[in-house]
């Protein structure tokens, strides 16, 4: 089993910038593939960004370019650094992984952008 805590969301003003960790209690490079997804109200849970055991990454079209993920396999994080936020960006964030066949969720961590 994992778990998965996150932690750094809160409120930004547009275009301002934050970051989300994600704390596993398994080897993060042992997951299959871990990352973001996010969901804001009477919207669908959609992939923000994910890393692979390779290293490879892929995010969410709204988010390229702005958004950038990393791992951290002595702290076993998982890092989502947010740039040039916009207000459809508020939303809840959750950390995700695959891991020994099944699928893990954190918590989430609400962020908001607004003015």
């Known amino acids: 089993q994992a778990q998965l805590v996150e932690s750094g969301g809160g409120l930004v003003q547009p275009g301002g910038s934050l970051r989300l960790s994600c704390a596993a209690s398994a080897s993060v490079s042992s997951f299959a593939n871990i990352g973001w997804y996010r969901q804001a109200p009477g919207k669908e849970r959609e992939l923000v960004a994910r890393?692979?055991?390779?290293?490879?990454?892929n995010y969410g079209d709204s988010v390229k370019g702005r958004f950038t993920i990393s791992r951290d396999n002595v702290k076993n994080t998982v890092t989502l650094q947010m740039s040039s936020l916009e207000s459809e960006d508020t939303a809840v964030y959750y950390c995700?992984?695959?891991?020994?066949?099944?699928?893990?969720w954190g918590q989430g961590t609400q962020v908001t952008v607004s003015s």
């Open positions: 890393i692979f055991r390779s290293g490879d990454t």
């Open positions: 995700s992984g695959l891991f020994g066949g099944n699928r893990y």
